[in-house]
């Protein structure tokens, strides 16, 4: 009844740029912090960027200066723009919402720690 839908992954050369958006679906009545989490082969899924409802907004180190989250709280929707992309930052990106608010048939439901599909990005040196 709720889905997070990643788009905009793909393959590009060291140095160039993509654009990740996330967007919600179903009958949402609110999300509080939406982010960015990226998981490589072999390793453990790790934080890339998080926003709130009031635009507060968390980077990792590796990322700051090169990708910037933002968010659409009319559409539900957060993006990651990233800019001067590393072989490093090769990985599956993976959109999350930590608590959101949904009608469920007559009824408030609420999903924590809520999940999209993914997305591969893929940077070639």
């Known amino acids: 009844q709720v889905q997070l839908v990643e788009s905009g992954g793909g393959l590009v050369q060291a140095g160039g740029s993509l654009r990740l958006s996330c967007a919600a679906s179903g009958r949402i009545l609110s999300i509080n912090a939406m982010g960015w989490y990226r998981q490589a082969p072999g390793k453990q899924r790790e934080l890339v960027a998080t926003?709130?409802?009031?635009?507060?907004?968390n980077y990792a180190g590796s990322v700051k200066g090169r990708f910037t989250i933002s968010r659409d709280n009319t559409k539900k929707t957060v993006y990651l723009q990233m800019n001067s992309l590393k072989p490093e930052d090769t990985a599956v990106y993976y959109c999350n919402a930590d608590h959101i608010t949904y009608y469920s048939g007559t009824y408030y439901r609420e999903e924590y720690d809520f999940w999209g599909q993914g997305t591969q990005v893929t940077v070639s040196s």
């Open positions: 926003i709130t409802s009031d635009g507060s907004i």
